[in-house]
């Protein structure tokens, strides 16, 4: 048995056959992407890896494991299949992330692969069919429980691996980020809400709910997807830093299909990517290098009301200065239906006094986070437009409704 200390989970335990799977290089290179990719250059101390993710999100998914074994046991065949479940979910929460490319995201708009493609290529390496075989696990069970497959054999796993809304995935990395940027935002009812989740059967399939004394735990969830949103993951320094680390990538991958082969792609990490930008002499490069910020942030939206401003905001910047607006709009389901949008079936299902219900019917406040957020921001380029000038034609624009507010308040 080995154990790893944790600054969340504290001691997470694997068995030898784990750590030989973790001793893999395919995840010892997760060491070497950031969780947050360039958030610390708004948040200082987000350096953590993708390695402890992967394993905090098995340290979470485990304890789900477990609460739904003492109050969900009709869900499970007897002790062999408990102890494949359990096998087969802490294998594919170790790997669920190991399609990621440097920088993630920014490396995905680049290269054009979407890293679950990756992550199934690398998986049908030979090296790591080997290990998965130690461990007595399929590796189609790991392929379609990371994937999401809607015939994956196993739909709870499957929802506790990469399901739209109780993912494991998402229960460590909003109290991992919280932590490591010090926004207290992402923190929730952890133990409330593990303790509250059920398996329930509807309409001939198991899937996976939550008790009603766990409600607020799940409100408190919900509250922090949004927040950790709108604090860190669309903070706008991290947002301008992400598209010039595009354009870097652009210059050093001047053939992005070089990099289709997983053995070549497997090569990068964040490390190697610094140390191209490091000797390569471009404006992109040295912004990086040096944290200048290229782009001024002129204006900010958050609201799906805000529309029209913003879109007034971006023509009339645009007449000004041309092409040196940039235009960033991000977009993100807080609550996800089932299929992307079906308004038919449910999100969660709860069960209540009156029986199992949809999570918008046990709670209002799930019912209006449901759907999407939007954070929509206008940068200009400082070499070329006054920021102050541009600050100001925005506010111009939206002060009709700031006057309103006022005339109310007097």
């Known amino acids: 048995m080995k154990r790893i200390f944790d600054p969340i989970h504290h001691f997470i335990e694997l068995s030898d056959v784990?750590?030989?799977?973790?001793?893999?290089?395919?995840?010892?290179?997760?060491?070497?992407l950031r969780q947050l990719g360039l958030a610390y250059l708004a948040y200082p101390s987000a350096e953590h890896s993708r390695f402890s993710h992967a394993l905090g999100a098995l340290a979470m998914g485990?304890?789900?494991?477990?609460?739904?074994?003492?109050?969900?046991?009709?869900?499970?065949?007897?002790?062999?299949?408990?102890?494949?479940?359990?096998?087969?979910?802490?294998?594919?929460?170790?790997?669920?992330?190991i399609g990621h490319g440097?920088?993630?995201?920014?490396?995905?708009?680049?290269?054009?692969?979407?890293?679950?493609?990756?992550?199934?290529?690398?998986?049908?390496?030979?090296?790591?069919?080997?290990?998965?075989?130690?461990?007595?696990?399929?590796?189609?069970?790991?392929?379609?429980?990371?994937?999401?497959?809607?015939?994956?054999?196993?739909?709870?796993?499957?929802?506790?691996?990469?399901?739209?809304?109780?993912?494991?995935?998402?229960?460590?990395?909003?109290?991992?980020?919280?932590?490591?940027?010090?926004?207290?935002?992402g923190r929730y009812d952890s133990e409330q809400l593990i303790g509250s989740?059920?398996?329930?059967?509807?309409?001939?399939?198991?899937?996976?709910?939550?008790?009603?004394?766990?409600?607020?735990?799940?409100?408190?969830?919900?509250?922090?997807?949004?927040?950790?949103?709108?604090?860190?993951?669309?903070?706008?320094?991290?947002?301008?830093?992400?598209?010039?680390?595009?354009?870097?990538?652009?210059?050093?991958?001047?053939?992005?299909?070089?990099?289709?082969?997983?053995g070549a792609f497997l090569e990068w990490d964040?490390?190697?990517?610094?140390?191209?930008?490091?000797?390569?002499?471009?404006?992109?490069?040295?912004a990086l290098r040096e944290r200048l910020r290229p782009f001024a942030l002129a204006a900010e939206f958050n609201a799906e009301s805000d529309l029209v401003d913003y879109e007034r905001c971006e023509r009339v910047l645009r007449d000004r200065f041309g092409d040196y607006v940039w235009a960033d709009a991000q977009e993100q389901m807080l609550h996800r239906l089932p299929l992307q949008g079906d308004t038919r079936k449910p999100t969660i299902l709860v069960a209540t006094s009156s029986g199992i219900v949809d999570a918008r019917q046990a709670s209002d406040l799930i019912a209006k986070l449901s759907g999407k957020a939007f954070w929509r921001k206008l940068f200009v380029e400082r070499r070329f437009v006054d920021a102050r000038e541009a600050?100001?034609?925005?506010?111009?624009?939206?002060?009709?409704?700031?006057?309103?507010?006022?005339?109310?308040?007097a």
């Open 102 to 185: 440097p920088f993630s995201h920014a490396c995905e708009a680049v290269l054009g692969i979407k890293h679950e493609e990756r992550t199934e290529a690398i998986l049908q390496r030979p090296q790591m069919r080997a290990r998965l075989a130690d461990l007595e696990v399929r590796e189609g069970d790991v392929i379609d429980l990371i994937l999401g497959s809607r015939t994956a054999g196993y739909p709870v796993l499957a929802e506790m691996v990469s399901g739209p809304n109780l993912d494991a995935d998402r229960m460590d990395y909003l109290l991992r980020d919280s932590y490591f940027t010090g926004v207290a935002n």
């Open 197 to 262: 989740l059920r398996v329930f059967e509807n309409s001939g399939k198991f899937s996976l709910g939550v008790d009603g004394r766990g409600v607020v735990a799940l409100e408190s969830f919900v509250l922090a997807r949004y927040m950790m949103f709108a604090t860190v993951y669309f903070h706008h320094t991290t947002r301008m830093f992400e598209r010039i680390l595009q354009t870097a990538l652009r210059e050093i991958w001047n053939d992005p299909r070089a990099l289709d082969d997983i």
């Open 391 to 409: 600050r100001l034609v925005c506010r111009e624009i939206i002060r009709p409704k700031e006057s309103l507010c006022a005339s109310a308040s």
């Open 270 to 286: 964040d490390f190697r990517v610094f140390e191209a930008v490091r000797t390569h002499d471009s404006d992109a490069c040295r």
């Open 18 to 32: 784990e750590a030989h799977l973790l001793d893999a290089p395919e995840l010892q290179r997760l060491r070497r």
């Open 62 to 97: 485990s304890r789900v494991f477990d609460a739904l074994q003492q109050h969900s046991g009709q869900y499970f065949a007897g002790a062999d299949d408990i102890a494949y479940q359990r096998r087969l979910l802490r294998a594919s929460l170790l790997l669920h992330d």
